[in-house]
């Protein structure tokens, strides 16, 4: 038997059998990927839709998939690649230098390894972030962060923006929707947080009934506040229907406007709605001057001069002048 460390689930694997993420297999004395460097999609998306708001504002990323996922969740959007095996797929291959040379070729400044889980296909997310520093660009991960530690350092050592999914806020959440266990991803957050200059921003998705109590989105916000700071941008999401939760209604607005005022409440600095046609606009923390106004993934620098207020100097937290 060989034991994966890339994730908490250290799955222990006879010789040739998939672990659990259905991307990885035991080969000899390793657990690697089962078909290594494929890919399921390339695009070129707003970072914002990432959703990064905080790093490089306007610009484009050159965004990654593969196969696979070491989570369950069962309202997953991308169910049709994060529950696929790599074995039984038909997706395609380039190499880290292609994807770094395309990335050049359409000017995007990124590179994002995102859509599905980016920590099971590990070795080509290293590989071509490695490259991507070499040629002077940036890699930014999606990630649910429940990565183990032991992987953690080798994974980003090269990464220089990650969205983490906070997905709830409780143990028994974790484990009904995704299958999962909170603390890791908590770990993952802290972790990433400690990086200097590492830029970090945090999803969660309010699903209905599900982890949208107050009393659990109050923990989670003062938990943000008081292990990571009051200047990392949360994303609050609309949930829609999908995979095995079709029986679960869309989000209500009122929820979102909800959560919004208890983030707020918690000293958030920086709170954005997704998934709906709200505008998010980036605020002063100080002064309260509209820095970056928002709608949708169209974006417009009004206030923001070399990272700080136009208007009373504050330093705002991000990634601002396109290197």
Same mark, same amino acid.
């Given at each position: 038997m060989t034991q994966c460390t890339i994730c908490p !689930?250290?799955?222990?694997?006879?010789?040739?059998?998939?672990g659990a993420c259905g991307a990885r297999h035991a080969a000899g004395d390793k657990v690697v990927p089962v078909v290594p460097g494929i890919l399921s999609a390339i695009h070129l998306d707003p970072i914002e839709k990432k959703p990064l708001n905080h790093f490089y504002p306007g610009t484009t990323a050159l965004s990654l998939?593969?196969?696979g996922c070491n989570l369950f969740c069962k309202g997953c959007q991308n169910h049709e690649i994060s529950r696929a095996s790599a074995k039984d797929t038909s997706g395609f291959r380039m190499s880290p230098a292609q994807i770094v040379a395309q990335a050049k070729a359409y000017d995007c400044p990124t590179i994002a390894y995102t859509y599905n889980e980016p920590i099971i296909w590990a070795e080509f997310v290293e590989e071509t972030a490695l490259a991507a520093h070499e040629a002077h660009l940036n890699n930014v991960m999606v990630t649910a962060?429940?990565?183990?530690?032991?992987s953690r350092e080798k994974l980003f050592a090269h990464i220089d923006a990650a969205n983490v999914?906070?997905?709830g806020f409780t143990e028994d959440f974790y484990q009904s929707w995704t299958g999962a266990h909170l603390q890791p991803v908590l770990d993952t957050l802290e972790y990433l947080n400690s990086i200097p200059g590492f830029c970090l921003e945090i999803t969660t998705l309010l699903i209905p009934g599900m982890n949208d109590r107050s009393s659990e989105l109050e923990a989670e916000f003062a938990w943000i506040t008081e292990h990571l700071g009051p200047d990392i941008p949360l994303h609050l999401s609309a949930f829609h229907p999908d995979y095995k939760a079709t029986n679960i209604p869309c989000t209500p607005i009122e929820t979102l406007l909800n959560a919004n005022r208890l983030a707020k409440a918690a000293g958030l600095h920086y709170v954005y709605l997704g998934n709906v046609r709200i505008a998010s606009d980036t605020i002063c923390p100080a002064c309260h001057q509209t820095l970056i106004? !928002?709608?949708g993934y169209m974006t417009q620098i009004v206030g923001l001069k070399d990272g700080k207020c136009s208007q009373c100097n504050h330093d705002i937290y991000g990634k601002w002048n396109r290197p």
């Open positions: !689930r250290e799955c222990d694997l006879k010789e040739g059998q998939t998939g593969s196969f962060g429940y990565v183990h530690e032991k999914d906070l997905k106004k !928002r709608m």
